[in-house]
């Protein structure tokens, strides 16, 4: 990113000893982006949008900026910039940022009106910065508040700012006027929320399947080392994988899967992962695999014999035929013509 170091995406690969290498990707560094969305001018696009960025472990934070998922309205990309720490004052910074500014084309601008709303438990308490409207363009694609609000005041054991441990910020951009677009259809993004299981930030996809497996195993991650909370969810989205993989047909899972499934499993136990139920499981599954080889490979060995075999008895049926047909000539008298 053009403006500062973006931790929005991050890859993560594992080394498996196999030719084959299992990649991840891990999004929302900073937290989940909840969007709401409303229609306005022409064509129905999309011109105005309200989004909640809730930050997970914020005390916990570096001092550098960090960045909001993107969300899409009036024709361009957008996010919120923040500074945990301030932006060289004892004050939260936030800013609203056109995000793909590099990509529009020349002469663009947006007329954009927006307001940040940081989120109280008491909704009452809820502090909400005046409503601005603000000209972006190539030189000035990124506008906010340096001193939005005292660090001290949102860090109050009382505050009710900070609600374990997570900071909830609103903006609401109603873009007004729209000058250059891409000559290219919108994209839409999906943008999932997670939701906690024994200290995992999960899909809800996954919710069910973690719980179960937290109910009947509560040791497994009683050691893992990581804290960081998208390495935590990668390591699980590949725990659950492996299952995934494990619960397929014997006839589907080749070698090269058992050789990963393997590795994966080495991996993660170093992590501090106690997996030795899984294990036991794995060999079962490597077993009945192989089982499921050899008695498909002597399945065909048996098939082509029997073949042969009918083949044979064909060949039989027919020279026993012939053989009755020469008994029964034998067997028969002579004719007087025959004599004669």
């Known amino acids: 990113k053009a403006s500062g170091y973006d931790v929005r995406d991050f890859c993560l690969i594992l080394p498996f000893w196999t030719t084959r290498v299992l990649t991840f990707f891990f999004s929302s560094c900073s937290g989940s982006l909840i969007a709401e969305e409303s229609s306005s001018g022409s064509m129905g696009k999309q011109f105005a949008k309200k989004i909640t960025w809730v930050i997970k472990n914020f005390s916990s934070l570096p001092p550098a900026k960090i960045y909001s998922d993107q969300f899409e309205v009036g024709g361009c990309k957008w996010c919120l910039d923040l500074y945990p720490k301030g932006s060289s004052v004892d004050c939260l ?156 047909l014997p006839q589907e899972i080749s070698k090269d899967d058992l050789c990963d499934a393997y590795a994966a499993l080495g991996f993660m136990r170093d992590a501090g992962f106690k997996l030795d139920w899984l294990e036991k499981k794995l060999d079962e599954v490597s077993e009945k695999s192989e089982n499921e080889v050899a008695r498909a490979t002597q399945m065909q060995e048996m098939e082509e014999e029997l073949k042969n075999l009918k083949q044979k008895w064909l060949e039989m049926e027919t020279l026993v035929e012939k053989e009755k047909a020469k008994v029964s000539a034998a067997k028969a008298p002579l004719s007087f013509d025959d004599v004669v």
């Open 93 to 248: 910074s936030l800013f609203l940022e056109v995000a793909n500014y590099g990509s529009l084309p020349s002469g663009w601008r947006r007329h954009a009106r927006f307001s940040f709303t940081i989120l109280n438990k008491l909704p009452e308490k809820n502090f909400k910065v005046n409503e601005y409207q603000k000209w972006f363009d190539q030189n000035t694609f990124s506008w906010g508040l340096i001193s939005m609000f005292p660090l001290e005041k949102l860090h109050a054991k009382d505050g009710g700012f900070l609600v374990n441990n997570e900071l909830k910020i609103v903006a609401e951009v109603d873009v007004l006027q729209v000058i250059g677009k891409l000559d290219v259809t919108e994209e839409t993004s999906t943008i999932m929320e997670t939701m906690d299981v024994n200290g995992f930030q999960l899909f809800p996809s996954q919710a069910k399947s973690v719980s179960c497996m937290f109910e009947r195993h509560p040791e497994i991650a009683t050691e893992f080392r990581p804290k960081n909370p998208n390495l935590r969810k990668g390591y699980m989205s590949l725990l659950l994988s492996l299952i995934e993989t494990m619960c397929q």
